[in-house]
């Protein structure tokens, strides 16, 4: 005994019925998702600043990032221990170095990084032989 299978073409109507019901989905977790915050949607203008604000996050982390490694890829200043900041593109540079020499090197390190404003070394401090 054999049975067969019966074929099912697919209406033209139901080739849209899908793409049409995961839009409606969609929709329905977002309207959920607005309501559960109970915040209303957020404007392009809102919008525009989150993603300025993150822009300058991301970019402050790849500046602190290539200053770090510009410093230690230097022969003379790789021994520093020096704690880099970036906030707004100004980079602050803290830690005790044995020279001014030292810290005007760092200095000039990180000035010569892209995307540094200014470089903030009140935080750096030379360290008197005694």
Known sequence: ???????HTPSPNHSLLRP??????????AAVGQAATNEPTPN????????????KTVSDSLITTKVKAEILANSASKAFKVSVTTKGGVVSLKGKLPTQDAAD????????????QSVDVSGLSVEIAG
């Open 20 to 29: 049409a019901l995961a839009a409606i989905a969609l929709m329905a977790c």
């Open 44 to 55: 392009k203008e809102k919008l525009e600043k989150i993603e300025n604000k993150v822009e």
């Open 105 to 116: 090197l760092v200095k000039k390190i990180a000035e010569g990084v892209k995307g540094v």
């Open 1 to 7: 005994m054999s049975i067969s299978k019966a074929s």
